[in-house]
């Protein structure tokens, strides 16, 4: 694109007068407003002329870089190929057009959708029942969070207020737990990377509400101690939170609701086709065991003979004021156009290929991890399962970093992983192919890998200039977190 044009905002091209429509001419008169309803001073609005308007939006646009552009081996994000044919049926009428408010009689389509995707889910994770409400994964966990403390506050077991948390876990984990109002306790990891159970064990007692875990956890790695953690837990009346946000890996193989997880929450925009970042629309379902049930969130869809009913928020009101049922945690069902997309993609995969989605991001996943294992530190050498973690280039000698690595991928057309997370190790590096890459571009993602390490011996100061390809160069991270422009000056 003209980098002349690049990084100005559209007010930059604005002249008084110009216009990129005109309306018809009206035949009903002239309406005037109340002159309580008028602004007193003109918006200040750009005034440019159409083709401006497409073309600064248009090259904007081509700054942004998504799995349909490239390969973005974004770990713990799973950032896979969402198929098309997902998008046609969100976008069908039928159901882009509905109001949430339309009677029940009319939307039985629409709640059919959200029962079966209810049941889909708790058959794929093993859990006996399902809301849809959550928008977002920490949605899901803020969810997951209230259902157990609702539990535990209506058997009158007041004192439970910790949560377990492994140090491997992803931020919205502890964040989640601060904001149900619990308190966050940290469990070591051992040096295999897996929760320490010797850790765990003084940690336990009448006070814990739950653990929160993932499995794979967020190296990638089985916690296998996981029937000997479950008990642990339940023994000292806890509850087994499952963040199931990346559930690749055990899709159709094996369910958190057999290794003893009572609540579960699901990132269908990142497991189950829905393309994400950037903000946009998500859906964090949370899964339950039957004793905890009641405590889900309505509006909830139930099934009544053959026709599809909701239930609504609960309006008790108990002789002390205080009802434990969660009731709304969002408007209405949730986002469920993300939803409609979960579940054409369970049904066109089917129980048949689901099985497939595990084992390909696996495989994919230790095929990059055995093919740099002689240019990038391997600090877990264990068969990983859909991500895995690498602690900077090998060769330390070069002072090379991850950031300059991962600058330098982006001159090469690839997104970079996620670096400094998790914080066990101070050049992390976490890889996830995930399943929908073919052998092709996972190979020449490891080409350009082995590139990158070769230059990092012979020509390091490329690295640390990297970018070089991309519209601007490297930014500095520290000034824009800490006096970043958000406004708009015009200086003219
Ligand atoms: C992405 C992710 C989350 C948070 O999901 P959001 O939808 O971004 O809120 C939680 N846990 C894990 C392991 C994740 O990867």
């Known amino acids: 694109m003209n980098s002349k044009l690049y990084g100005k905002l559209i007010f930059e091209f604005s002249h008084p007068g110009r216009k990129a429509y005109s309306l018809p001419k009206n035949d009903f008169g002239r309406h005037e407003f109340p002159e309580s309803m008028k602004r007193r001073n003109d918006a200040e609005l750009p005034e440019c002329d159409e083709l401006t308007v497409v073309r600064h939006y248009t090259n904007h646009s081509g700054n942004n870089f998504g799995v349909d552009n490239g390969f973005y081996p974004l770990g713990s994000c799973t950032m896979k190929y969402n198929p098309i044919i997902d998008e046609e049926i969100a976008a069908l009428p039928a159901f882009s057009n509905l109001h949430p408010m339309q009677p029940e009689q ?25 809301t849809l409400n959550p928008y977002a994964g920490a949605h899901g966990e803020l969810t997951g969070l209230m259902i157990i403390r609702s539990y535990h506050e209506s058997r009158g077991d007041i004192k439970r207020k910790k949560v377990i948390v492994p140090d491997s876990a992803h931020g919205t984990n502890p964040a989640s737990a601060a904001v149900c109002g619990l308190e966050v306790v940290e469990v070591k990891s051992t040096a295999d990377g897996l929760v320490d159970v010797d850790h765990l064990k003084p940690l336990l007692g009448d006070d814990i509400a739950a653990i929160m875990l993932t499995n794979p956890n967020t190296l990638g790695l089985f916690e296998k101690d996981i029937p000997e953690i479950a008990n642990l837990i339940h023994s000292c009346g806890g509850l087994l939170y499952y963040d199931g946000a990346n559930l690749n890996p055990l899709l159709g ?51 009544d003979g053959n026709r599809f009913t909701v239930e609504s928020p609960c309006c008790c009101r108990k002789s002390d004021g205080y009802c434990f049922k969660n009731n709304r945690i969002s408007t209405y069902l949730g986002n469920f156009l993300v939803n409609l997309r979960a579940y054409a993609y369970i049904l066109s995969l089917g129980k048949e290929n689901i099985k497939n989605v595990g084992p390909l991001a696996t495989l994919n996943a230790n095929y990059i991890k055995e093919s740099l294992r002689n240019d990038y530190e391997l600090p877990i050498d264990l068969v990983c399962k859909h991500e895995f973690v690498f602690n900077g280039l090998k060769d330390k000698s070069t002072g090379v970093t991850t950031m300059d690595v991962a600058k330098r991928l982006l001159d090469y057309g690839f997104h970079a992983p996620t670096i400094y997370f998790p914080l066990l190790f101070s050049e992390a590096m976490m890889i996830e192919p995930t399943e929908t890459e073919s052998k092709d571009s996972i190979d020449q993602f490891i080409e350009v890998m082995r ?30 977190a800490k006096q970043s422009i958000l406004v708009y000056k015009d200086d003219k």
Request: charged residues 20%.
């Open 106 to 130: 009319t939307v039985q389509g629409a709640l059919e959708v959200e029962y079966n995707l209810q049941q889909a889910l708790s058959t794929i994770t093993g859990m006996d029942d399902f």
């Open 451 to 480: 590139v990158i390490a070769k230059e990092a011996r012979e020509t390091p100061q490329l690295l640390k200039d990297a970018p070089v390809n991309t519209p601007i160069g490297r930014v500095d991270d520290v000034l824009a």
């Open 253 to 303: 193989i094996s369910r958190p609701g057999d290794m003893g997880f009572d609540v579960v929450h699901l990132n269908l925009h990142k497991t189950f086709s829905t393309p994400h970042g950037g903000g946009g629309p998500g859906s964090g379902p949370v899964g339950v065991k039957e004793h905890l049930r009641e405590f889900l969130p309505k509006p909830h869809v139930v099934k």
